[in-house]
Structure formats: C-alpha cells, structure tokens
C-alpha cells in the first residue's frame, strides 16, 4: 500500500497556541507574522526546524513557532545553534537575535558562528536599542543617542551589521525591512536556499524606546529616495521619475550622480550589482552607504560559496572511524595518563 502523501503545511500550522507579548506597533509582529508565512514554503517538516533564540525582545520567537525551539542565555544563541546543526546537519536551524544581543554580549559567539559556514539562517533584528531592558544604548546605537544609560549621549561609536558579517567572512548577507512584507519574505526564501550560513539584518521600529529610528527607508512615501533596492545584474539606481538617481565608482569611492529618465545607467557609469564576487571588497563598499548622504542597501549584498562546516566535521570523523575503527569510550577514559585520588 502506498505511503499518503503529508498534508500541505499553512502559515497556522507554524502559528503557536502561545500569547504573543510585544509592545503594541513592535517591528516584532510583521517579522513573526512573514516567517510564519515563508515557512510552509520551504518544503521542511516541522519536526526538523528549530528556532534558537538569546535573550531580548527578539528572543521570545521560540515560543511563537510551532516548530522546536531553545529559548537560551543572552549572547549564546549561536553556540546552541553549532551544537544543535552539527549534532543532527538534517536539521533547519534558525538564530534569532538582536543588535543587543547579537552583537554586544553575543559578538564573539556569533562571529564564530559566521566564519565556520554552518548551513543556517541568522536573523539579526535591528532597532538601535536594548528594549527589553527598557531603553539603554545598544551596540549599534546612533553617535550622540540619548538614553538611560547615556543621558548626554553615546560616545561609543556603532558596529554595522552588515560590515560586522562581512568582515566575519560571512558567504549570504542581506538586509530587509520590518515593514515590507514582499522584499522580507524574499530575502528569507533567499536565506534559507542558501548552503551556509546566511546572515539577515531586519531594520525594525521600537514604538517606544526608539520610535521612527528607520521612518526614511519604513514609509513607502519616502522608500524610493532612502533605499537602494538591490537586484543581481541591475544597475544601483534609486528614485523615482524626475528624480532618478545612481551610484558610480570615482577613485574608489561611491558617489552619487543625476540620471535624466532616458539615460541608460550602465553607459554612465552606474555599478551593476553583483552579490557574487568573491572578494568582499564590493559587498564593504555597499556596507558604507548609510543616511543622510546615500541611501540605505536592501536585499542580498553577497551570496558565494564555501564548504559547510557540519558537512566537514561529518566527513572528518567518518574518515577517522575507518581509518581507527569506532572505538570505546571507557578505553578512552582510561587511556594516556590517569590518576587515583584518594
């Protein structure tokens, strides 16, 4: 008799019966709700993903996933989540973390994490402050920002996401936004095609300790002016009609110049994208495009390959089992130099 065929997953299948506690208007819900949407897509048993969290307002995922999940230490997110890959590589693992957590207590973790390539999805939200802890500066925090726990304004100058990944030899970078749901959804499929680790910056509003930190790139009124929307092989324009704009290249540096709306960019000198170069010296140049001066980079900055970690290991113990045979725990304890306490 023929196996039946398992029952098409929907979005309510990913849907938890847990109470979801954010601040009301919280970036948190559009993400939750746009994951939830991606998931039945993938093709992925919901017995086989996991969504592995730290500490922070980020951090309650877990328990609005119906899916496994480990609501873990601040900071330890990544640790939990190369122990869970490599333990069992058939499994889809998903980071979730914050600026706070990801890269202030975490940064080490998760710079590791980055650099070995394990095949999972790291979803870094982004709204420039510790908001669980109510309102203190956080390691991406604007220059100047006041807050509790700098009532006369940082002094310290904020890590990028992106540069921070990149610099981590990271081989999937991208960057979305809260707010648009087409553009989120997206770069999360992207992510989850990816074989390594994929790292997302989400740009995400805190209504109450950091209200409006991304209104430029969040309102669709201004979103074409703010946001350089990246596509493989187009030319890095932005804009509307009347007020098309592009980026060039001038002695290394990227420089903004007008485009009349019958130009064709490639012949004055705009870059085309191309997220799979392998040197990472165009993905840091689109890095520095920040506000007041260009406009914010969105979508998939790199994609390259290399070899995965999980996979590596797996064949290196294989290896060495033929090699010596599966061996005896008890004979490895006893083995070398041992002693007797009395």
Known sequence: MAAEAAPKLTRKDFVADQDVRWCPGCGDYSILANVQRVMPELGVPRENIVFISGIGCSSRFPYYMNTYGFHTIHGRAPAFATGAKTANPDL???VVTGDGDGLSIGGNHLLHTIRRNLDIQILLFNNRVYGLT???????????MKTKSSPFGSIDHPI?????????GATFVARTIDVDAPHLQQVLRRAHQHKGTSFVEIL?????FNDGVFSEVEDRKTRSESALVLEQGQPLTFGSAGSLK???MQNGLPQIIELADDDDPVERGVVVHDERQEMPSYASALATLKRPDFPVPVGVIREVEKPCYEEMLVDQVNAATEQNGRGDLRDLLNSGDTWEVS
């Open 92 to 94: 889809s693992v998903w």
């Open 134 to 144: 109510k309102g203190q500066y956080s390691p991406t925090s604007e220059l100047g």
């Open 160 to 168: 990028d996401p992106i540069s921070f990944a990149l610099g981590c």
């Open 204 to 208: 995400q509003n805190c209504p109450v």
């Open 246 to 248: 592009g980026i060039v």
